[in-house]
């Protein structure tokens, strides 16, 4: 009964980040892959050397819980050092140098002119601030002159984000 449980939840763990939906829960599983791997091959482990009784549904849910940790194995390999990657071949002409400034201002945050200050300190030739509302949108406002291209997207859910 325990492996029955067990992995039909880490089933759904695995097969959740793939559906077509944009809520956090979700998503939050891509975040855990790898945990989800080692406790489904525990689990499949387990599963033989304890389970006396084999019924059809065990036998499926072995193979279900197979075919995951192949497909985890299939999308961590790419991460490792085994995964062959294509290297390109340097160039002559080499790109100048950008400088970018990433930044979470913490909505909550009035101290405007501090983060002004530190942009014109480091005068960085892109700017992402994190978390921004209205209220930073206007205190921000005294770098278009200077960053004329940029995209503006204030939310009061701490979502938002200007990039310069």
């Not at 089933?11 to 077509?20: D, G, V």
């Amino acid at each position: 009964m325990w492996f029955i449980v067990i992995s039909i939840l880490l089933l759904f763990a695995s097969i959740l980040p793939y559906m077509p939906l944009t809520h956090w829960f979700y998503r939050f599983f891509e975040f855990g892959k790898i945990q989800i791997l080692i406790l489904q091959i525990t689990a499949l482990i387990f599963s033989f050397i304890l389970i006396d009784e084999y019924d059809v549904w065990i036998r499926i849910l072995q193979v279900l819980t197979l075919i995951s940790i192949i497909g985890h194995l299939a999308t961590l390999s790419k991460y490792t050092s085994f995964h062959k990657s294509v290297q390109k071949e340097p160039c002559d002409i080499s790109s100048e140098i950008i400088t970018v400034l990433s930044a979470n201002v913490f909505q909550e945050n009035k101290e405007y002119e501090q983060f002004i200050a530190l942009i014109n300190k480091y005068n960085p030739d892109v700017f992402l601030t994190m978390e921004c509302d209205k209220n930073w949108e206007k205190a921000l406002s005294v770098l278009d002159h200077k960053y004329k291209y940029n995209i503006k997207v204030a939310l009061d859910n701490t979502y938002g984000m200007h990039l310069y």
